[in-house]
């Protein structure tokens, strides 16, 4: 008699295809939530005992957490590229050959190619209703204003709330500049003996300097200085806008009470589409600078503004969690969260206060491929897909995972036509599977490769080889405070022949070098390295660099402005749909 009911059922079935995309117990929804330049050690969940992160820390106890989860690049831009497409951004263009590895001026031109295939997109093509709340820093426009063409809506999130580029220190009023260090690759020395020694030889009638020639230096070196004081004037306006979808509706940005927003945003969106599958990317502006937070938390944390910013972040994780929990949504919704990279240990304040996170007992943070640098928070929860109860897991797991895991579970299927580096996080999860599929993973400083990872499959070794490291600045620290941020070229990095060998699984800190008379394996470890990474070379297709200097200068032609010109870009028109339910 059943049986009569199920070419009953497949015509339904059939009929109702993805348009009308009703919950299917298989398929989860996706709430992904990525903290910017978070440590993992400001977790309480992590260790962090003074910083109080109760609600991520209850994703941990009803879910997974993952203690060696690695991010795919130690900035944001390439970190971003590489979580959403699953691939090392080498692969799409995101890595920069050159000091500069992230985008700081919204109106260049670079950006996440369209060839590109995000979760976001695939998911979307299988009936998900997709969001991106918060900061994208992937590019957004091409040759117009508005042609959008890196916007997120041309990689998959149908609804947009936030940020094209990211937050910045001169995002907010009285918290210093990100331009500030910038005088200091200015030859200021070098510039003065040569005008002083051409006008000396001038004077003595050893050359003859032509007047035009005198006049036209100093004139060109006027503009430049003015160009840069304009630049600096009105990066504010031009860079800190408020995005909604394809509209900038507030320019510049007030951030103080951002994260409150973009929690009632979530929450709407939630509500909205609590009857048909979803996938939120909830991407917070903090605890990146310039650091905020609402009057509720201000001066609650016992870590200054840093701490106050990093509990109102787990705030705003718990009103999440609720909502799921008030919509009945908890147990079909796989929630998980991260770092795009650790803790920005440049970030002092003029003032001398700590702006940055901890990254615990690894070394080092943002902007090298340390531990400190690129070992990040891993927290997965679904109750209806695996067992959590605070489970650990400590295989070797990427940001990049989080791209064949959410596309295999919201139907669609993996891409064939490109190189994935990201694998499956299921069999780990639902522990069928022991062993992570990262045998080798490749670390990257902008586009140079930098150190790689080797879990041999029949070991307990976790080896990490660099070919390089950052030279720190000043020399004892674990920062590169000159640059405000660690380079990956020639003068700023020391390269090891034969290459520095550590043992993660013995140290972690990194503290110790193994050398051949320590280590029996020495030279077997690199031999079988040096054969991977030529594999892996061999693998990387080049394409077109989206972080030239061409892609990441200020092309007027593609500045977003929602006011007339001569209103100097400013609104203030975001229109929320009336306060959800928020609570302390
Ligand atoms: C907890 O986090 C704060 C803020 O980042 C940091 O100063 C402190 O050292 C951390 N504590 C531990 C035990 O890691």
Redesign the pocket.
């Known amino acids: 008699m059943a049986r009569a009911w199920i070419p009953v059922c497949a015509v339904l079935m059939l009929l109702c295809g993805s348009a009308c995309a009703t919950r299917d117990a298989r398929r989860p929804n996706f709430v992904l939530i990525m903290v910017d330049d978070m440590?993992i050690?400001?977790l309480g969940c992590y260790?962090?005992?003074?910083?109080k992160t109760p609600n991520i820390d209850r994703l941990s106890e009803e879910g997974v957490r993952l203690t060696q989860h690695i991010a795919s690049a130690p900035l944001c831009t390439p970190s971003r590229a590489g979580f959403l497409t699953g691939r090392y951004p080498i692969r799409s263009g995101m890595a920069s050959q050159s000091k500069v590895g992230v985008y700081i001026i919204s109106a260049a031109s670079g950006g996440l190619p369209n060839q590109e295939l995000t979760f976001a997109r695939l998911a979307k093509e299988q009936g998900y209703s997709t969001a991106l709340i918060g900061k994208w820093h992937l590019g957004l426009n091409c040759e117009r204003h508005d042609d959008l063409c890196h916007h997120p809506s041309a990689h998959g999130f149908t609804h947009f709330y936030g940020v094209s580029m990211t937050n910045l220190r001169d995002c907010q009023p009285g918290h210093g500049s990100v331009f500030s260090h910038v005088h200091t690759h200015v030859p200021y020395g070098a510039l003065a003996a040569g005008a002083l020694a051409v006008a000396l030889l001038h004077a003595r009638g050893a050359v003859r300097v032509p007047r035009r020639a005198a006049l036209g230096s100093l004139g060109a070196l006027a503009l430049a200085a003015a160009l840069f004081c304009a630049f600096r004037g009105t990066f504010r306006e031009l860079n800190c806008f408020l995005m909604r979808g394809g509209e900038v509706v507030e320019q510049p940005l007030v951030l103080e009470n951002m994260t409150r927003r973009m929690t009632a945003e979530a929450l709407h969106f939630l509500e909205r589409n609590s009857e048909k599958p979803f996938l939120l990317f909830l991407s917070f502006l903090q605890v990146h600078t310039a650091l905020f937070a609402s009057a509720d938390f201000r001066g609650r944390s016992a870590?200054g503004l840093?701490?106050d910013a990093?509990m109102e972040v787990d705030w705003s994780v718990g009103q999440v969690l609720r909502a799921l929990d008030r919509l009945q949504l908890a147990e079909q919704t796989l929630v998980y969260l991260t770092s795009d990279q650790g803790?920005h240990l440049e970030e002092i304040s003029e003032r001398g206060e700590?702006h940055?996170?901890?990254s615990?007992i690894y070394k080092a943070g943002k902007s090298t491929n340390w531990e400190g640098g690129i070992r990040v928070p891993g927290l997965l929860r679904w109750p209806g897909g695996f067992p959590g109860g605070g489970r650990e897991i400590s295989e070797v797991t990427s940001n990049m995972d989080l791209f064949p895991t959410v596309v295999k579970l919201s139907g669609a299927s993996v891409p064939q036509d490109r190189e994935i580096d990201g694998r499956d996080l299921l069999p780990l999860l639902r522990g069928e599977s022991e062993r992570s599929e990262h045998e080798f993973l490749f670390h990257y400083c902008n586009a140079y490769l930098n150190a790689v990872r080797w879990t041999p499959r029949d070991g307990s070794a976790v080896w990490k080889v660099f070919f390089f490291s950052p030279i720190f600045h000043p020399e004892n620290s674990s920062a590169c405070f000159h640059t405000h941020a660690c380079f990956c070229t020639p003068g700023y990095v020391t390269y090891h022949q034969p290459p520095l060998l550590f043992d993660l699984s013995r140290d972690p800190s990194e503290s110790r070098p193994l050398a051949p008379d320590t280590e029996p394996a020495f030279h077997a470890v690199l031999a079988a390295v040096a054969e991977a990474t030529e594999r892996h070379r061999r693998g990387v297709v080049p394409v077109p660099d989206q972080l030239t200097l061409g892609h990441m200068l200020w092309k007027p032609w593609l500045q977003p402005c929602c006011s007339h010109w001569s209103r100097l870009c400013r609104c203030a028109r975001d229109r929320q749909q009336g306060e959800p339910t928020l609570s302390q």
Request: aromatic share 6%.
């Open positions: 440590g050690g400001d260790g962090n005992n003074t910083l870590h840093y701490g990093v803790p700590v940055h996170g901890s615990g």
